[in-house]
């Protein structure tokens, strides 16, 4: 029996679209083993094939087994703290969850990289998986049937922080927002963009981190699905955040913010007065990923 603890993870981070993902310390923890039959625990999704973590396993298994004929049966128990569909990355742990058990069950197989390369055939994007598999900052880029990655340290100038509404909203559903053309301005203001802010949240840079954050692919489109996002974004700004985003597709806000104290003070209030019950959490960066113990 593998008790398997995933981070939180956080997409995008402004102009870094579908590239971005940043581990957070804030954790799923999934006990998996084998069992003859199918028994989830903790868990409102009864359904197999609805289960991420499961249907992750057995993709593992149908590998290994190169068939359909493998066991089928697992006992998996759930212990979540990642609020689900608020843009926090709840669906990579799930999938890191379920490949990293199957492959511990069956004697470990597979390296790291095979199963990072799974994960992301089964999410289908890598900017969540990569900082949920490895922990810290990544950068992603899936070519053909390649994915590479490139994990950086952040400087310890910044602290995080994410504002958490208590509805959710689905990735799916964000995407149909998005237009199918982009103007040749807008790609050229984000490739500016994103470079500048991995340099400078390598670097500690805070002044040039406040005046290159800003996104041009996703969120003008996404935050009109998300009430308050305008008000939220600019009391932050206000308040001292060098920096205020879409968690992944949200709803969820992200913030990177250099004077914490004027920051909260500035803030608890402010979102107080919003609709559905936003709450201000601080997050450190998880540097290790996916970690799994025998029990």
Same mark, same amino acid.
């Given at each position: 029996?593998?008790?398997?603890?995933?981070?939180?993870?956080?997409?995008?981070?402004?102009?870094?679209?579908?590239?971005?993902?940043?581990?957070? *310390?804030? =954790?799923?923890?999934?006990?998996?083993?084998?069992?003859?039959?199918?028994?989830? @625990?903790?868990? *409102?999704?009864?359904?197999?094939?609805?289960?991420?973590?499961?249907?992750?396993?057995?993709?593992?298994? @149908? /590998?290994?087994?190169?068939?359909?004929?493998?066991?089928?049966?697992?006992?998996?128990?759930?212990?979540?703290?990642?609020?689900?569909?608020?843009?926090?990355?709840?669906?990579?742990?799930?999938?890191?969850?379920?490949?990293?058990?199957?492959? $511990?069950?069956?004697?470990?197989?597979?390296?790291?990289?095979?199963?990072?390369?799974?994960?992301?055939?089964?999410?289908?994007?890598?900017?969540?998986?990569?900082?949920?598999?490895?922990?810290? $900052?990544?950068?992603?880029? *899936?070519?053909?049937?390649? +994915? &590479?990655?490139?994990?950086? @340290? +952040?400087?310890?100038?910044?602290?995080?922080?994410?504002?958490?509404?208590?509805?959710?909203?689905?990735?799916?559903?964000?995407?149909?927002?998005?237009?199918?053309?982009?103007?040749?301005?807008?790609?050229? /203001?984000?490739?500016?963009?994103?470079?500048? &802010?991995?340099?400078?949240?390598?670097?500690?840079?805070?002044?040039?981190?406040?005046?290159?954050?800003?996104?041009?692919?996703?969120?003008?489109?996404?935050?009109?699905?998300?009430?308050?996002?305008?008000?939220?974004?600019?009391?932050?700004?206000?308040?001292?955040? $060098?920096?205020?985003?879409?968690?992944?597709?949200?709803?969820?806000?992200?913030?990177?913010? @250099?004077?914490?104290?004027?920051?909260?003070?500035?803030?608890?209030?402010?979102?107080?007065?919003?609709?559905?019950?936003?709450? &201000?959490?601080?997050?450190?960066?998880? =540097?290790?990923?996916?970690?799994?113990?025998?029990?």
């Amino acid at each position: 029996m593998y008790k398997i603890s995933v981070p939180a993870t956080t997409a995008n981070i402004g102009p870094g679209f579908d590239s971005f993902g940043l581990a957070l *310390k804030m =954790y799923n923890h999934f006990t998996i083993c084998s069992s003859q039959k199918l028994d989830f @625990e903790n868990c *409102k999704i009864k359904k197999w094939e609805d289960n991420l973590v499961y249907t992750s396993a057995m993709k593992v298994f @149908e /590998t290994y087994y190169d068939s359909k004929n493998h066991p089928k049966g697992m006992y998996i128990k759930f212990d979540t703290t990642i609020p689900f569909s608020r843009g926090l990355g709840s669906s990579a742990t799930c999938i890191v969850a379920g490949v990293v058990g199957a492959n $511990l069950l069956l004697g470990q197989p597979y390296s790291d990289d095979d199963l990072f390369k799974m994960a992301v055939d089964i999410e289908g994007h890598p900017d969540n998986i990569a900082p949920a598999f490895f922990g810290g $900052l990544n950068i992603t880029s *899936k070519q053909n049937n390649a +994915v &590479l990655r490139k994990k950086v @340290e +952040v400087s310890s100038t910044y602290s995080f922080y994410l504002i958490i509404p208590s509805f959710r909203l689905s990735t799916n559903n964000s995407r149909f927002v998005l237009p199918d053309n982009i103007s040749l301005q807008d790609a050229t /203001t984000n490739i500016s963009n994103a470079t500048l &802010l991995i340099l400078s949240l390598i670097d500690g840079d805070s002044k040039m981190l406040k005046s290159i954050s800003a996104d041009t692919l996703h969120e003008p489109y996404r935050k009109v699905l998300i009430p308050g996002y305008d008000e939220i974004k600019k009391n932050a700004l206000k308040h001292g955040a $060098l920096g205020c985003f879409l968690s992944g597709a949200g709803p969820s806000i992200f913030c990177i913010v @250099e004077d914490r104290n004027r920051f909260v003070e500035g803030m608890l209030p402010s979102i107080k007065q919003l609709d559905n019950n936003w709450t &201000l959490k601080h997050l450190g960066v998880d =540097y290790e990923g996916v970690t799994y113990t025998n029990i």
